[in-house]
């Protein structure tokens, strides 16, 4: 600095280029230099100052979103704590499993739960249980009974998996809220409510479920629901591969609330008691499932299909039934609303066996109401077997065109004495004809068909004989078939009561009336007060 209190040049230079000082003789090369130096520090002091600030603020400052964006699988991985469980673990309150957790239940691990404790899923369960050496969910209590597995939405998309599980003495079993984890081969012994209960759009895979005793332990209830092997509701959706439940106080597979799903190779045995509810071996209520290789013996119903809500459709969908030993319905099908007449197909039926409804097999014989009844809805039945029924083996009522039997046999069905109930297949009070085509009927106490009251019947080539009163009883009803054939039955081949529209086409009887005591019982074809009476083959 001058006298003048003004600083030189040689000052200004230091200052502008830090310790590269310089006079009037330096030569403008170094000049340059001096100054490219100069910038160089700078930027080191500012770089070095940036990254200090930004060590000191990390701990207090969350990282930028596009980061962790793009990293989310890393941080969910790095941020996972795993909880192994090993020997015998005893859970005396509420287990949680996180989010970002998974809990690991090794081999031969046996987890014993307090009366009213429960496991919540929130993230990833799995459990690595095999077949020699299964893990066991207990109650560590004789009096009191856990409350099993609950997974929950959070669950859903994260892998949870168990394998070989026992789950022993819960009122719940598994229940689930919007997951789907995969379980193989679990097996749940006397549940008190449900084995299984899914709710929220729940969509498991599930393989080799066995489910014993539920609801038979349990003392007498103010409710309906106990006694479920599993129960399907609220939208959900499992695949179900492979599955068996026995001795069931209300239901093996219980479906509601707009569900669907896919269930192959299901057996069931045994399903009866409950006085709440009615007991079904499989009850599909305003939901759409298909069902294949579906096995139900001794079952109070095998199959109920009820329409219930009328802002949504039902319609189960079965392929190759077996079911056996009913005591009221192998099958029924109906509209909880009898009164509402705008029917549609609401259960789908290829390759249906039904086998001894009523019979000496059944829980209490004799007390049958139908081997399949369809009361105010529709339905498509074809391939059908219906044998060894205590009472009538086809039931139709408030039935119309949207009701088609294809291919169907009944043998030996009907209750002696009973009217319309003593038929191998009755129908009564349907006024848009349901369809029968290529139709057996033998064997029946009474008619083959009995057609009552309005019970409206279209089709072709109906095969009735050996019946041992008519084969076609037609009672104020109108009746349109094309090929009839009715041989060998006691009384005539076809009756018809006052009738004013009935339509018989390429109609042949051979050998009926062996059992008549009158004219009209013994004759093919008979009459009584029909309105009106033509032939165009003037025989």
């Given at each position: 600095m001058n006298a003048s209190g003004t600083l030189d040049a040689r000052t200004v230079g230091f200052y502008r280029f830090g310790s590269c000082s310089f006079d009037e003789h330096t030569t403008g090369a170094f000049k340059c230099y001096c100054f490219g130096i100069g910038i160089m520090e700078r930027q080191k002091a500012?770089?070095?100052?940036?990254?200090?600030?930004?060590?000191?603020?990390?701990?207090?400052?969350?990282?930028?979103?596009?980061?962790?964006?793009?990293?989310?699988?890393?941080?969910?991985?790095?941020?996972?704590?795993?909880?192994?469980?090993?020997?015998?673990?005893?859970?005396t309150s509420d287990y949680y499993v996180n989010v970002q957790d998974e809990l690991l239940i090794t081999s031969c691990t046996n987890v014993v739960l307090s009366p009213g404790i429960r496991i919540y899923v929130e993230g990833?369960?799995?459990?690595?249980?095999?077949?020699?050496?299964?893990?066991?969910?207990?109650?560590?209590?004789?009096?009191?009974?856990?409350?099993?597995?609950?997974?929950?939405?959070?669950?859903?998309?994260?892998?949870s998996t168990v394998n070989h599980m026992h789950i022993e003495d819960a009122i719940f079993g598994i229940t689930m809220y919007g997951s789907n984890p995969i379980l193989n081969n679990v097996t749940i012994f006397n549940p008190d409510r449900v084995g299984i209960d899914m709710f929220g759009s729940s969509s498991p895979v599930i393989r080799d479920l066995h489910v014993e005793q539920a609801g038979r332990s349990v003392p007498f209830q103010n409710d309906w629901r106990y006694g479920i092997g599993l129960s399907v509701g609220d939208g959900s959706t499992p695949i179900v591969q492979g599955a068996y439940f026995t001795d069931h106080q209300l239901r093996g597979?219980?479906?509601?609330?707009?569900?669907?799903?896919?269930?192959?190779?299901?057996?069931?045995?045994?399903?009866?008691?409950?006085?709440?509810?009615?007991?079904?071996?499989?009850?599909v209520e305003d939901s759409v499932p298909l069902f294949e290789d579906l096995t139900i013996d001794k079952s109070d119903t095998g199959i109920?299909?009820?329409?219930?809500?009328?802002?949504?459709?039902?319609?189960?969908?079965?392929?190759?039934?077996?079911?056996?030993?009913?005591?009221?319905?192998?099958?029924?099908?109906?509209?909880?609303?009898?009164?509402?007449?705008?029917?549609?197909?609401?259960?789908?039926?290829?390759?249906?066996?039904?086998?001894?409804?009523?019979?000496?097999?059944a829980t209490s014989p004799g007390i049958a109401l139908a081997a399949i009844e369809i009361n105010a809805t529709g339905a498509w039945l074809e391939n059908v077997?219906?044998?060894?029924?205590?009472?009538?083996?086809?039931?139709?009522?408030?039935?119309?065109?949207?009701?088609?039997l294809r291919n169907m046999t009944i043998r030996d069905a009907g209750e002696a004495g009973q009217g319309a109930h003593s038929a191998g297949l009755s129908i009564q009070t349907s006024y848009f004809a349901a369809n029968l085509e290529d139709i057996e009927i033998s064997g029946s106490p009474g008619p083959g068909i009995h057609s009552s009251s309005g019970g409206s019947l279209q089709g072709y080539d109906w095969h009735l004989h050996n019946n041992s009163?008519?084969?076609?009883?037609?009672?104020?009803?109108?009746?349109?078939?094309?090929?009839?054939?009715?041989?060998?039955?006691?009384?005539?081949?076809a009756h018809v009561f006052d009738a004013r529209y009935v339509t018989l086409s390429n109609f042949t009887s051979v050998n009926d009336g062996s059992l008549g005591s009158t004219a009209m019982e013994q004759a093919g074809l008979s009459y009584q007060k029909s309105n009106d009476l033509e032939t165009t083959s003037g025989d």
């Open positions: 500012y770089f070095a100052l940036s990254l200090l600030m930004l060590l000191l603020l990390m701990p207090l400052t969350p990282m930028a979103s596009s980061f962790a964006e793009s990293n989310n699988e890393t941080f969910a991985v790095s941020g996972r704590a795993t909880t192994t469980w090993s020997g015998t673990v005893t859970l990833r369960l799995t459990v690595q249980g095999t077949p020699v050496c299964p893990i066991v969910l207990s109650s560590s209590s004789t009096t009191g009974d856990h409350e099993g597995i609950q997974f929950n939405s959070s669950s859903y998309g994260r892998g597979l219980n479906l509601w609330g707009a569900s669907g799903g896919i269930y192959r190779d299901v057996v069931m045995d045994n399903i009866s008691g409950s006085v709440l509810g009615e007991v079904a071996g499989v009850w109920i299909v009820r329409h219930i809500d009328d802002s949504g459709n039902t319609r189960g969908v079965f392929r190759d039934v077996n079911i056996s030993n009913s005591m009221f319905r192998g099958v029924y099908l109906d509209k909880n609303n009898h009164t509402n007449y705008t029917n549609y197909e609401t259960a789908d039926f290829t390759n249906l066996t039904v086998r001894g409804t009523g019979s000496s097999g077997v219906v044998d060894d029924a205590s009472s009538v083996g086809v039931r139709l009522f408030f039935v119309d065109s949207s009701t088609t009163e008519q084969g076609l009883f037609i009672d104020s009803a109108t009746v349109v078939v094309d090929g009839l054939t009715t041989t060998d039955n006691g009384f005539s081949g």
